[in-house]
Each structure stands twice: as C-alpha cells, then as structure tokens.
C-alpha cells in the first residue's frame, strides 16, 4: 500500500483490465528491441561485471586457501573471528572491484551521452540554415536597410544645408 499510494498519486488509478495485447506478446515483433545493439552492449557489460567480480572473489580465496584449509584447528570463537576477517578482507577487495567497474561505466556513459548529443555536418548545416533564415527575406532586410540610410543621410544633408 505504501508503494502503491505514491503510483496512483503520479499516474492515477486506472480501471482498465490487464487483457493480452499481442503485440506485447509477440517475440517476431519485439525482436528488434532484444538484439538491438544497446540490449547487447548491455549484457555484454553485465556479464563482464560479473566475471570480474567472480574472479576477485575467486583470487581472494585462492590467496587464502592455506587459511581456509586450516580453519578446522580453530576453536569455535577463534573459527569464527577467522571466518569473519576472511569474509571481510574478501568484501573489500570486491568492492573495490565494483568501485573501478562503476568509475569505467561512468566514464563510458558519459562519453556516449557526449557522442549522443553531437551534431552530424548536415544537422549543423540545417541549424545556420535555420538560424539565417530565408535568403531572400535577409536580402529583402538588407535591401530596406540600405534604402533607409540612404533616405536618412538625405534629410540629414538638407537640414544641414
């Protein structure tokens, strides 16, 4: 209920009924959107992260094996101070880890918000376009302004004379 309030304050109740659209449904139709090249990046990148997670946790424990292997010669409370401290020193080397792995994807989704907000040459061109106007009214401007100055440099020389 607590999740649900907050929803309905954004969106609103609706009472329509969940049916099956098809078009939802329909593997032929979102295909596109699976295989398309930012899902495939996407997983690409989990499963990265996920191995060099896995082979963090891996080498901190081969590091330890000696440790682990010994650990039934511990009493209960020195087993479990060990236990503790290997889970420890092994949390903090995956953390580290996801802390490199969060500074590389930052870094690479920034570069590509870069690259997505670029302009290619014929958006730039579009846009002075844009931003000039039409030609033949800019001449038409200048036309007029010519004229005017002409006319004002003429009153100005009889009030002079």
């Known amino acids: 209920l607590a999740a649900a309030v907050p929803h309905w304050a954004q969106h609103g109740f609706r009472l329509q009924t ?4 098809s078009g939802r449904s329909s593997l032929a139709s979102r295909l596109g959107s699976i295989l398309s090249i930012g899902s495939v990046m996407r997983t690409a990148s989990g499963l990265i992260k996920l191995a060099v997670v896995l082979g963090i ?18 009493e209960t409370a020195g087993l479990a101070a060990r ?3 290997l889970l420890l020193t092994t949390l903090l080397k ?3 880890g996801l802390l490199v792995l969060g500074a590389i994807d930052y870094g690479y989704q920034w570069w590509r918000l870069e690259q997505s907000l670029r302009m290619t040459d014929e958006e730039l061109r579009e846009e002075l376009r844009e931003d000039e106007g039409d030609r033949r009214l800019a001449a038409k401007r200048r036309e007029l302004h010519r004229q005017n100055l002409a006319r004002d440099a003429q009153v100005t020389h009889r009030v002079v004379n």
Not at 18 to 21: A, F
Not at 63 to 74: I, K, Q, T
Request: hydrophobic share 50%; aromatic share 10%; glycine share 10%.
């Open 94 to 96: 995956i953390t580290a």
């Open 57 to 74: 946790a891996g080498w901190a424990l081969w590091n330890e094996r000696h440790a682990l292997l010994s650990l039934g010669a511990y």
């Open 18 to 21: 969940l049916g099956n659209n």
């Open 83 to 85: 236990m503790s401290e």
